[in-house]
């Protein structure tokens, strides 16, 4: 059975840092791209951050670009996202995802077939 158990996630003060991680079980993913998407309250889930399958590609969204990092380490089988510089409006909760092969454009959550449950971001201002 697939687990992906997202940790990391927390209460941090604007302009502070959080390290999210993403480890998978079950099966091995290296040979998959994966995602961290996000979900705030109201609000419908929107793309973060995706790498490829050996992480020399890399893809953000313009909301977090030059603050996020997404990486990931294949001998563990798990995913990171290292997000500074935090907002009030990062505040959401974080779910990592594991993308089907050649399925299309990795900001699209229909393209992703596995999920993790979540880890809550608060930001405070």
């Known amino acids: 059975q697939v687990q992906l158990a997202e940790s990391g996630g927390g209460l941090v003060q604007a302009g502070g840092s959080l390290r999210l991680s993403c480890a998978v079980s079950?099966?091995?993913?290296?040979?998959?791209?994966m995602g961290w998407f996000r979900q705030a309250p109201g609000k419908e889930r929107e793309f973060v951050a995706a790498?490829?399958?050996?992480?020399?590609?890399?893809y953000y969204a313009d909301s977090v670009k030059g603050r996020f990092t997404i990486s990931r380490d294949n001998a563990r089988n798990t995913v990171y996202l290292q997000m500074n510089s935090l907002k009030p409006e990062d505040t959401a909760v974080y779910h990592c995802?594991?993308?089907?092969?050649?399925?299309?454009?990795?900001?699209?959550?229909?393209?992703?077939?596995?999920w993790g449950q979540g880890t809550q971001v608060t930001v405070s201002s």
């Open positions: 790498i490829s399958w050996n992480g020399d590609s890399t």
């Open positions: 995802a594991v993308k089907r092969k050649y399925s299309g454009s990795s900001q699209l959550d229909s393209n992703y077939g596995f």
């Open positions: 079950g099966r091995t993913f290296s040979s998959n791209a």
